[in-house]
T-cell receptor, first 117, second 115 residues
Framework: GAVVSQHPSWVICKSGTSVKIECRSLDFQATTMFWYRQFPKQSLMLMAT?????????EQGVEKDKFLINHASLTLSTLTVTSAHPEDSSFYIC?????????????FGPGTRLTVT | KQEVTQIPAALSVPEGENLVLNCSFTDSAIYNLQWFRQDPGKGLTSLLL?????REQTSGRLNASLDKSSGRSTLYIAASQPGDSATYLCAPRGYSGGGADGLTFGKGTHLIIQP
């Protein structure tokens, strides 16, 4: 199967600090990865699309200077929340498309719970 | 912009019952549609994927149908079990858009199967 991992699974940080979240496709290559955010009792909202070797595409309303995305290889994308504030506390989930299946299906990581104090 | 609505928002039934979860979407120009389950505090597990050219997909006790023209999909769960308790999400995938065909999610149906 297609497995996506995220690290860390949870993180608590102080307001004003930066936090990096990693998303890895473990057994497949993914030219495209996606970052989602989920607030309590809300649906997942797409934040940005991460393309290997190029700049990420951000959804409307998502600050690209605050949420830095780097997709350095076919198996790794990172999301850095810069100068985090309590309102950034959320559940961040990444997904990746498996090229072997034609890229039809997205596989999701287990998520990262971010709490900013 | 694609909007996804899932009905009911919550459902609690005794085990053994057959269930139907409904999903509607406003933009019928979709590439495919995926159904997921999400356990509390966890990521998403893909259940079924239906291509836009297909009308249904089956996996075990799960069957998903797609009526693209009317913007509807249903997930049928047969002989429900307590382990089926989770939030079920449907997510159509568009051809293009600001998110370069990322998925649009509904708020989900929170399902509880009583032992």
């Amino acid at each position: 199967g297609a497995v996506v991992s995220q690290h860390p699974s949870w993180v608590i940080c102080k307001s004003g600090t930066s936090v990096k979240i990693e998303c890895r496709s473990l057994d497949f290559q993914a030219t495209t990865m996606f970052w989602y955010r989920q607030f309590p009792k809300q649906s997942l909202m797409l934040m940005a699309t991460s393309n290997e070797g190029s700049k990420a595409t951000y959804e409307q309303g998502v600050e690209k200077d605050k949420f830095l995305i780097n997709h350095a290889s076919l198996t790794l994308s990172t999301l850095t929340v810069t100068s985090a504030h309590p309102e950034d506390s959320s559940f961040y989930i990444c997904s990746a498309r498996d090229l072997r299946s034609g890229g039809y299906e997205q596989y999701f990581g287990p998520g990262t719970r971010l709490t900013v104090t | 912009k694609q909007e996804v609505t899932q009905i009911p928002a919550a459902l609690s039934v005794p085990e053994g019952e057959n269930l139907v979860l409904n999903c509607s979407f406003t933009d019928s120009a979709i590439y495919n549609l995926q159904w997921f389950r999400q356990d509390p505090g966890k990521g998403l597990t893909s259940l079924l994927l239906i291509q836009s050219s297909q009308r249904e997909q089956t996996s075990g006790r799960l069957n998903a149908s797609l009526d693209k023209s009317s913007g509807r999909s249903t997930l049928y769960i047969a002989a429900s079990q307590p382990g089926d308790s989770a939030t079920y999400l449907c997510a159509p995938r568009g051809y293009s858009g600001g998110g370069a065909d990322g998925l649009t999610f509904g708020k989900g149906t929170h399902l509880i199967i009583q032992p």
